[in-house]
């Protein structure tokens, strides 16, 4: 995938910039609170999603304007580089002059606008922000959320699968709450319906895993591999599914723990309790865990996403790395910088010494106005 132009409008500090990436590697360098961020996170908001930093839409709009415009031109790398596809024109606005309540639409190729997560699927990136630290250190959650979106990203079907999952789930807590707080309710009753809800769980709940380890199977080499040459082999990255049942055996795990989930009123078992583990050398990522070994984790991590989704779709994702350099040693800088040039990347730092030496095109943020270095 290949961003060719971008023009934003009153986007967050940004009353107008204006930006051509290179091929390759693009730079937003500049201080502090300056917009290098923002600018990345315009670019994310042409996949479809929402901001990576959880940002409202309303908080996009630079304080004081109506609305904010992105205007931008992609095009799909696919398999063959000689004869790329055409430019994609397109038009994302996130608020208008009388709506009280600011969306995000997009048009395609000067198509009526629709919702802006209709373009789910047409921009595929990949993000790196250093909020994303918090998945070795941080629960379970954003470990399974990290596999998730993937997953919904490459296969539309999985997020059918995970919603049915989520609502069954909510009625089943429901369920059990009620019977710790109410027990008079006839037992049998009870039982009966969570019987009838678990089916439905064990149904989806397998589907889940069985996809999240399939997904791994493919991650999980890329990421090591990422690893260890990121490291030049000081540790050895591993990455462990941590379930709860063996494939096929959801069902009768959640009968062996009926019980004990009625006295504590609410579920125990099941994909959502799940986890991802992350090891160094054998041990725990979570607790051992260097800043530096952390950062090198999700990028290995990261940069596997996107390979993983390069050999199932065709198409390889655009990289966008915030503030990716920081903390890490120079071997480390130095296999980021050679990685950097394989696919198009946007990077932001607000030292640019590391990235003179490279052929990328260097931008400056300065006060939400960019310009080239
Ligand atoms: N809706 C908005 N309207 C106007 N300014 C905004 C809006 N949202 C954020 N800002 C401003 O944008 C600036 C932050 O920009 P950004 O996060 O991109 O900085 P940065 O260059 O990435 O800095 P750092 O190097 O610290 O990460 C802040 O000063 C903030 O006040
Ligand atoms: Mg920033």
Request: aromatic residues 6%.
């Amino acid at each position: 995938m290949r961003l060719l132009s971008l023009e934003v409008q009153n986007y967050r500090n940004i009353a107008s910039a204006s930006l051509t990436p290179g091929r390759e590697l693009t730079v937003l360098c500049g201080n502090n609170g300056q917009g290098k961020t923002n600018l990345l996170e315009a670019i994310w908001l042409l996949t479809g999603g929402k901001s990576f930093r959880g940002g409202k839409d309303a908080e996009l709009v630079r304080r004081g304007e109506p609305f904010a415009v992105l205007e931008a031109s992609t095009q799909r790398a696919q398999k063959d580089e000689q004869e790329p596809d055409d430019p994609t024109r397109v038009r994302l606005t996130i608020g208008t002059p009388d709506s009280p309540r600011p969306g995000r639409t997009a048009s395609v190729n000067g198509a009526p606008p629709k919702r802006a997560a209709s373009l789910a699927g047409s921009f595929p990136a990949v993000v790196f922000d250093p909020g994303h630290l918090s998945l070795v250190k941080g629960a379970p959650e954003g470990r399974r959320k990290f596999l998730d979106a993937a997953l919904c990203q490459l296969y539309p079907g999985y997020l059918t699968i995970y919603r049915r999952y989520v609502r069954v789930l909510q009625q089943k807590n429901a369920l059990l709450r009620r019977s710790s707080t109410a027990p008079e309710r006839p037992y049998a009753e009870k039982a009966a319906l969570l019987e009838v809800l678990n089916k439905e769980l064990a149904l989806q709940g397998e589907a889940i895993q069985q996809r999240r380890r399939a997904y791994l199977a493919k991650l999980a080499p890329l990421a090591c591999a990422n690893y260890e040459e990121l490291s030049r082999g000081a540790e050895r990255l591993t990455l462990r599914y941590a379930a709860q049942f063996e494939p096929g055996g959801l069902a009768a795990l959640l009968k062996a723990r009926q019980a004990e989930e009625l006295r504590a009123g609410q579920s125990l078992c099941g994909p959502h309790r799940e986890d991802l583990e992350l090891l160094l050398d054998g041990q725990p990522a979570r607790v051992f865990a260097s800043q530096g070994q952390q950062r090198s984790v999700v990028l290995s991590l990261k940069m596997a996403e996107a390979a993983a989704a390069a050999s199932i779709t065709g198409e390889h994702p655009v990289l966008l790395l915030d503030d990716v350099l920081s903390e890490l040693d120079d071997g480390r800088k130095q296999y980021l910088l050679t990685r950097m040039r394989e696919k198009q990347t946007f990077v932001t730092s607000c030292d640019d010494t590391a990235f003179l030496k490279t052929d990328g095109e260097v931008y400056r943020m300065n006060g939400g106005v960019l310009s080239k270095a």
